[in-house]
């Protein structure tokens, strides 16, 4: 099981690593560095939320995980 602090740091590094990616693409897309900072920093922060209550209601799902010696 994770730490809450384990997971907001998987959060944080993964949407730092989102916002780089998405910022190329709105600029691409746009042509304007600053719209697509824009575009990315706003899912980012979104994105963000969701991760982290994603991965906090999946740690407390016990389906699929192994607890100690399995039985053959």
């Known amino acids: 099981m994770e730490t809450p602090k384990r997971t907001l740091a998987k959060t ?4 730092a690593l989102g ?8 600029l691409v897309q746009t042509g304007s560095l600053g719209v697509g ?4 920093l706003s899912g980012a922060i979104t994105g963000t939320v969701m991760f ?3 991965e906090r209601v999946w740690a407390k799902v016990h389906w699929g995980r192994y607890h100690g010696p399995r039985a053959n």
């Open 37 to 40: 900072f824009s575009i990315a």
């Open 12 to 15: 944080v590094s993964w949407q």
């Open 19 to 26: 916002v780089l990616t998405m910022t190329l693409v709105g």
């Open 52 to 54: 982290f209550l994603h």
